[in-house]
């Protein structure tokens, strides 16, 4: 099983964390502030209503900024405030289906918006690491089904990918420019597709899930056979934060790494993850195949290789892709009965850290 965040690291760490307000990053400020360290959040306010981040409240909050990451003069300020150890750079445009319908946006917020975090980060004096948080969409995916390592070729075949797998190139430049030298760790981390509770983002397929069988609908899929590296948001944010410890104390020499399912599993296909969402909340099948009809494209088979997090951090998911499936559909079950969203979180990662 793998290893959890040491909590002697992270107690009085100043972390300043962008997209803290999304669903993940939501999650993250939750679990580091229950780790003692001291959380400065910068991110844009939540696009959906409900939010995890609404539901949740300051939780996990030592201070917070509301605006665009692209907000040089802002976000300059905001990082001289919190004068941080480790930066976590979750904050993006994340879908890929309004990417095709914003591609300069999408590439503005992806690119630049990392490249001004990165420039307002090189004043800083006590900064010690800085882990980027792009995508398993990075790599130039030839739909193969095989299982991308680290060193593959970066691509993209939607404007979503390809602002991730350019953010990828701009941080490897600032690394090498200018953050080598002055001793500060700065890496990448390609996180597989995250489930779990209090994700409310349009055209995802768990909040698509949840949104339908609360508003009594037949779900529509667009692609029931594709397959992903499902993960629970738990399993990804432990990637994470054992990657930045190894990055802070310079134990690592990885710049890059994979964070998901083992490919020993057997993949589940986009259909029967929905169907056993829809049955661990009680539901009959209520989703339809609409493949045939005229979309935007997406990759059918996506999978990664994370042995190197294995080997490098002592990383691999606690959780099967079936035990994931099962915790989110519980969370927002328990949910939609009233049960508190925030207790919610905070059960499960006290059950993450314990072993269930």
């Given at each position: 099983?793998?290893?959890?965040?040491?909590?002697?690291?992270?107690?009085?760490?100043?972390?300043?964390?962008?997209?803290?307000?999304?669903?993940?990053?939501?999650?993250?400020?939750?679990?580091?502030?229950?780790?003692?360290?001291?959380?400065?959040?910068?991110?844009?306010?939540?696009?959906?209503?409900?939010?995890?981040?609404?539901?949740a409240g300051s939780t996990g909050l030592t201070a917070e900024t509301i605006a665009d990451i692209r907000d040089g003069p802002t976000l300059t300020k905001a990082l001289g405030a919190c004068d941080p150890d480790i930066i976590l750079h979750m904050a993006a445009q994340p879908l890929v289906r309004r990417s095709y319908l914003e591609p300069v946006d999408t590439f503005d917020?992806?690119?630049?918006?990392?490249?001004?975090?990165?420039?307002?980060?090189?004043?800083?004096?006590?900064?010690?690491?800085?882990?980027?948080?792009t995508t398993d969409k990075v790599y130039s995916n030839d739909e193969s089904g095989r299982h991308f390592v680290e060193r593959d070729r970066l691509g993209g075949h939607d404007?979503?990918?390809?602002?991730?797998?350019?953010?990828?190139?701009?941080?490897?430049?600032?690394?090498?420019?200018?953050?080598?030298?002055k001793g500060v760790h700065v890496a990448t981390a390609r996180g597989g597709n995250v489930?779990?509770?209090?994700?409310?983002?349009?055209?995802?397929?768990?909040?698509?899930?949840?949104?339908?069988?609360?508003?009594?609908?037949?779900?529509?899929?667009?692609?029931?056979?594709?397959?992903?590296?499902?993960?629970?948001?738990?399993?990804?944010?432990?990637?994470?934060?054992?990657?930045?410890?190894?990055?802070?104390?310079g134990a690592v020499s990885a710049e890059s790494l994979n964070f998901g399912p083992s490919p020993d599993e057997a993949q589940i296909p986009v259909g029967l993850l929905a169907s056993s969402v829809q049955a661990a909340m009680g539901l009959g099948r209520t989703w339809r195949d609409t493949s045939a009809e005229d979309k935007p494209r997406e990759m059918h088979a996506l999978s990664l290789d994370p042995a190197e997090a294995n080997r490098c951090l002592s990383w691999r998911a606690r959780l099967?892709?079936?035990?994931?499936?099962?915790?989110?559909?519980r969370w927002y079950d328990q949910w939609r009965r009233d049960e508190n969203a925030l207790s919610l979180v905070v059960g499960q990662i006290d059950a993450f850290t314990k072993g269930f």
């Open positions: 099983m793998s290893r959890l965040p040491d909590q002697l690291f992270w107690s009085g760490k100043r972390v300043f964390l962008t997209g803290h307000t999304g669903f993940k990053g939501t999650w993250a400020r939750i679990w580091l502030s229950r780790l003692g360290a001291e959380v400065t959040g910068y991110a844009l306010s939540p696009p959906t209503m409900p939010s995890l981040h609404g539901l917020v992806n690119v630049m918006g990392t490249v001004r975090l990165l420039e307002a980060a090189r004043s800083l004096d006590a900064l010690k690491a800085i882990l980027v948080v404007p979503y990918s390809g602002s991730k797998a350019a953010s990828e190139i701009a941080t490897a430049t600032y690394r090498d420019s200018f953050f080598r030298l489930l779990g509770g209090g994700d409310f983002s349009e055209d995802r397929l768990v909040p698509d899930i949840v949104r339908a069988a609360i508003a009594g609908e037949i779900l529509d899929i667009r692609n029931p056979l594709a397959t992903r590296p499902w993960q629970h948001v738990l399993d990804c944010l432990n990637g994470y934060f054992l990657f930045c410890e190894a990055l802070y104390s099967t892709q079936a035990e994931a499936i099962d915790w989110a559909a």
